[in-house]
């Protein structure tokens, strides 16, 4: 079946760093991917998407580019800050007709001053 | 895109007891989910709640411990039945907007049961 995988955590910078999460997935067809974020005590923010090959997401200053030969989804953000701390999640629409998304584990990200 | 509102935000519940969680949504959405994140974990999904009729439930999930309604298309309820402490979880709903195909979440519900 279906499924994403993302590096594990945590991920510590210091701020102003350069930011990369790793997300591969597994599906048939052709998905839609998703990052989305997580704050301390909060629901799930959608930060960017991309829903065919090449395509590029970004949003707040982070971004990811649909890579289908390396089946890749990777998060990038050239200058993280501290209030970019929070858990960061990859997912995946499958092509089929269910719309389910699928997410990966998660990756909490610390910033330090 | 679509405003979920879900209540209530945190219960603290005695096992044995069942608690109900509402999720209204501000726009028509297609389809409306629910999840399950226990602690520091992903999310799980639980099931596809389907207009007026019954959810579609994954595997591991059956509707005597997690029935589910959707009696219109802005509105869904998740019922955690005969709670055990294993079910102490954040549990989200979500809805695929009509108008974007985005997934929007409500905050979720935080359940600690004692």
């Known amino acids: 079946g279906d499924s994403v995988t993302q590096m594990e955590g945590p991920v510590t910078l210091s701020e102003e760093a350069f930011l990369t999460i790793n997300c591969t997935y597994t599906a048939t067809g052709y998905p839609s991917l998703f990052w989305y974020v997580q704050y301390p005590g909060e629901g799930l923010q959608l930060l960017l998407k991309?829903?065919?090959?090449?395509d590029k997401g970004s949003n707040k200053g982070f971004e990811a580019t649909y890579r289908k030969e390396t089946t890749s989804f990777h998060l990038e953000k050239g200058s993280v800050q501290v209030s970019d701390s929070a858990v960061y999640f990859c997912?995946?629409?499958?092509?089929?007709?269910?719309?389910?998304?699928?997410f990966g584990s998660g990756t909490r990200l610390l910033v330090r001053p | 895109s679509a405003v979920i509102s879900q209540k209530p935000s945190r219960d603290i519940c005695q096992r044995g007891t069942s608690l109900t969680i509402q999720c209204q949504v501000d726009?028509?959405?297609?389809?409306m989910f629910w999840y399950r994140q226990q602690p520091g974990q992903s999310l799980t999904l639980i099931a596809t709640?389907?207009?007026?009729?019954?959810?579609?439930?994954e595997s591991g999930f059956v509707i005597d411990k997690f029935p589910i309604s959707r009696p219109n298309l802005t509105f869904s309820t998740l019922t955690v039945s005969n709670m055990s402490p294993e079910d102490s979880s954040i549990y989200l709903c979500?809805?695929?907007?009509?108008?974007?195909?985005?997934?929007?979440f409500g905050s979720g519900t935080r359940l600690t049961v004692v």
């Open positions: 991309a829903t065919k090959a090449d």
């Open positions: 979500s809805g695929r907007d009509r108008d974007n195909y985005g997934y929007t």
């Open positions: 997912a995946l629409k499958s092509g089929d007709s269910s719309y389910k998304l699928i």
């Open positions: 726009s028509q959405v297609t389809m």
């Open positions: 709640a389907n207009q007026g009729s019954e959810a579609t439930y």
